[in-house]
C-alpha cells in the first residue's frame, strides 16, 4: 500500500501558511529579543551619539554652568552662542577652514578620479602584471601609515612641494583601499555588458564613462565621504608638512592653540563643533546619492 503524503495547502502567492509574513519561524521575534535588539541599539546610539551631544552641550553651556558636576546635565540651563563667537576672535578659523577645504576637495578628487581609473584597469582590462599590481594594493594595506610617513615627507620634500597645501593632499590623493573598493564594485558588472560594448565599437574610455561609472555611483559616493572625512580630520601629516601658520588647516590651527584654551573646555567644545559642521552637511547632501547608487542595481534593463 502506498502512502500519500498530503502537501500543506498553498494560498494564492503560491506559498505555504508556513512561510506567511508574520507566521512563526525566521521572521518571527519574541518580545524578550525585540527587548535585547533595543537595549543593544539604545547602547550603541550612547557610545556613538553620546560624546557628540557632550561636546555640542558643553559648547553651548554659560560660563557660570559648572560642567563637572556629579550628575551631568545634557541641556544647559544658561545656553549661549558666545563660546563661538570667541573662538572665531581668538583664531582664524575661517582661513583655516578654507585651507582644509582646498585640501579635502583635492583629496576627493583625487580618489574619485584615480581610484575609479585604476579600479577599472585592474578589474576590466586585460593586461601584463595585472595581478602583480592588484598584489602591490593589498600589500599597501598591511603596512600602517607611520612606517611610511617618514618617506612621504621625504618624497614630499624633494618635489619642492613642503609647507604647501598641495604637498599636503598629494599622499592621500588615492588611497589603496579606495581602488580595491572601485575594483571589486566595477568586477561585479556582467562581462557580457563589456562585450556587447566591445561589438558596438567602444572603446575602453567610452566603457568606462558611459557603462562603469553609472553603474557604480553608490560605491564612488562611499569614496568621496570617507576621503573628505579622512582629509578635513587629518592633524599628523598636515603638522608635519606644514610650517607656516597661515597655511594650517584646520585641526591643526585649533591644537597649535590649544594651550590658549587650556583653563575653557567650552572653546575647545565649540571649536569641535566648528570643524565638525562640513562634515555633517557632506554627509548629508551625498547619502541620498549613495542609497539611490545602490537601489537602482549595478545594470540597467
Given at each position: 500500500?502506498?502512502?500519500?503524503?498530503?502537501?500543506?495547502?498553498?494560498?494564492?502567492?503560491?506559498?505555504?501558511?508556513?512561510?506567511?509574513?508574520?507566521?512563526?519561524?525566521?521572521?518571527?521575534?519574541?518580545?524578550?529579543?525585540?527587548?535585547?535588539?533595543?537595549?543593544?541599539?539604545?547602547?550603541?546610539?550612547?557610545?556613538?551619539?553620546?560624546?557628540?551631544?557632550?561636546?555640542?552641550?558643553?559648547?553651548?553651556?554659560?560660563?557660570?554652568?559648572?560642567?563637572?558636576?556629579?550628575?551631568?546635565?545634557?541641556?544647559?540651563?544658561?545656553?549661549?552662542?558666545?563660546?563661538?563667537?570667541?573662538v572665531t576672535d581668538t583664531i582664524p578659523v575661517w582661513d583655516y577652514a578654507r585651507n582644509s577645504l582646498l585640501v579635502a576637495?583635492?583629496?576627493?578628487?583625487?580618489?574619485?578620479?584615480?581610484?575609479?581609473?585604476?579600479?577599472?584597469?585592474?578589474?576590466?582590462?586585460?593586461?601584463?602584471?595585472?595581478?602583480?599590481?592588484?598584489?602591490?594594493?593589498?600589500?599597501?594595506?598591511v603596512l600602517p601609515g607611520e612606517v611610511t610617513i617618514i618617506s612621504q615627507y621625504v618624497t614630499v620634500r624633494e618635489l619642492?612641494?613642503?609647507?604647501?597645501?598641495?604637498?599636503?593632499?598629494?599622499?592621500?590623493?588615492?588611497?589603496?583601499?579606495?581602488?580595491?573598493?572601485?575594483?571589486?564594485?566595477?568586477?561585479?558588472?556582467?562581462?557580457?555588458?563589456?562585450?556587447?560594448?566591445?561589438?558596438?565599437?567602444?572603446?575602453?574610455?567610452?566603457?568606462?564613462?558611459?557603462?562603469?561609472?553609472?553603474?557604480?555611483?553608490?560605491?564612488?559616493?562611499?569614496?568621496?565621504?570617507?576621503?573628505?572625512?579622512?582629509?578635513?580630520?587629518?592633524?599628523?601629516?598636515?603638522?608635519?608638512?606644514?610650517?607656516?601658520?597661515?597655511?594650517?588647516?584646520?585641526?591643526?590651527?585649533?591644537?597649535?592653540?590649544?594651550?590658549?584654551?587650556?583653563?575653557?573646555?567650552?572653546?575647545?567644545?565649540?571649536?569641535?563643533?566648528?570643524?565638525?559642521?562640513?562634515?555633517?552637511?557632506?554627509?548629508?547632501?551625498?547619502?541620498?546619492?549613495?542609497?539611490?547608487?545602490?537601489?537602482?542595481?549595478?545594470?540597467?534593463?
Amino acid at each position: 500500500m502506498t502512502t500519500v503524503t498530503e502537501r500543506p495547502a498553498q494560498v494564492q502567492d503560491g506559498t505555504t501558511p508556513a512561510r506567511r509574513k508574520g507566521s512563526f519561524g525566521f521572521n518571527s521575534v519574541s518580545p524578550r529579543e525585540k527587548v535585547v535588539r533595543y537595549l543593544l541599539l539604545v547602547f550603541v546610539l550612547l557610545i556613538t551619539i553620546g560624546p557628540f551631544l557632550w561636546q555640542l552641550s558643553t559648547s553651548l553651556k554659560g560660563s557660570g554652568e559648572d560642567i563637572y558636576t556629579r550628575i551631568p546635565q545634557l541641556l544647559p540651563s544658561q545656553p549661549t552662542f558666545h563660546h563661538y563667537k570667541e573662538v572665531t576672535d581668538t583664531i582664524p578659523v575661517w582661513d583655516y577652514a578654507r585651507n582644509s577645504l582646498l585640501v579635502a576637495v583635492l583629496v576627493v578628487g583625487g580618489n574619485v578620479i584615480g581610484a575609479s581609473l585604476a579600479g577599472f584597469a585592474i578589474s576590466r582590462l586585460q593586461f601584463r602584471g595585472r595581478r602583480i599590481v592588484l598584489g602591490l594594493f593589498l600589500a599597501t594595506l598591511v603596512l600602517p601609515g607611520e612606517v611610511t610617513i617618514i618617506s612621504q615627507y621625504v618624497t614630499v620634500r624633494e618635489l619642492g612641494l613642503a609647507n604647501t597645501l598641495f604637498g599636503v593632499a598629494l599622499p592621500g590623493m588615492i588611497g589603496a583601499l579606495n581602488v580595491l573598493l572601485m575594483y571589486n564594485a566595477f568586477r561585479a558588472l556582467p562581462l557580457e555588458v563589456d562585450q556587447a560594448a566591445i561589438v558596438d565599437g567602444a572603446n575602453a574610455w567610452q566603457r568606462f564613462v558611459y557603462i562603469g561609472l553609472p553603474s557604480v555611483r553608490g560605491t564612488v559616493s562611499v569614496i568621496a565621504i570617507f576621503a573628505f572625512i579622512g582629509a578635513w580630520d587629518d592633524f599628523l601629516w598636515p603638522l608635519i608638512v606644514l610650517t607656516d601658520p597661515n597655511k594650517y588647516t584646520l585641526t591643526v590651527g585649533l591644537q597649535y592653540l590649544s594651550g590658549t584654551f587650556s583653563n575653557n573646555p567650552r572653546l575647545i567644545a565649540a571649536g569641535t563643533m566648528i570643524a565638525f559642521i562640513p562634515i555633517v552637511i557632506v554627509f548629508a547632501t551625498l547619502q541620498r546619492f549613495f542609497f539611490k547608487g545602490v537601489e537602482e542595481g549595478a545594470v540597467k534593463g
